[in-house]
């Protein structure tokens, strides 16, 4: 689906841009359930050439994730590790780490140059887009408490062993100078 709309309407103009993106009034914040619709016609040229790439992506993704879960063996406690059910696999979109102070991990790795990424910071039910069911702050303690330790690590097809041993040492070094 494709399309473009014009307005006068500043009021419905806004509307429809909550709309095309997920409801989001800034990145992870959602006012309103939306769609992603901000796919264009160059955007789908590139998309149709690297989908012939999706398979080997996936499968590169997976092995850096596997090989973060065996760098990271024995700093249980420290670095909480993706859950990946039995019956699910993967494609590893983000490969996000829960750590007790996640704002002074973050810190210390953007001082080594390393970059991470908070994805999703606020619990579905405290958004905006989601507040006329009713729920509060306390209702969902596990997912409140998830948002605010998560951590995405560096994670792309293209990842090598080298970077990917840096960002571990790194992590490691840095949980362990907070934990003190």
Not at 29 to 47: K, P, S, V
């Amino acid at each position: 689906m494709s399309g473009a709309m014009t307005t006068g309407d500043e009021q419905l103009a806004q509307t429809c841009r909550l709309l095309r993106d997920h409801g989001q009034s800034k990145k992870y914040f959602h006012d309103i359930e939306g769609y992603n619709g901000r796919l264009d016609a160059i955007q789908a040229g590139f998309l149709r050439a690297k989908l012939r790439h999706l398979k080997k992506w996936n499968e590169q993704r997976r092995e850096i994730a596997k090989r973060y879960n065996q760098l990271f063996a024995g700093a249980e406690g420290a670095v909480t590790l993706p859950y990946q059910p039995d019956w699910s696999r993967s494609v590893y979109h983000i490969y996000a780490v829960r750590v007790g102070d996640r704002e002074q991990l973050q810190k210390k790795l953007d001082e080594a140059g390393i970059g991470t990424g908070i994805h999703y910071p606020v619990a579905l039910h405290l958004t905006k887009a989601y507040e006329g069911l009713g729920f509060r702050a306390g209702d969902f303690p596990i997912a409140e408490r998830a948002v605010s330790q998560i951590l995405s690590l560096p994670l792309f097809p293209d990842l090598t062993s080298r970077q990917q041993d840096r960002v571990v040492a790194a992590v490691l070094k840095s949980v362990a100078v907070i934990s003190g």
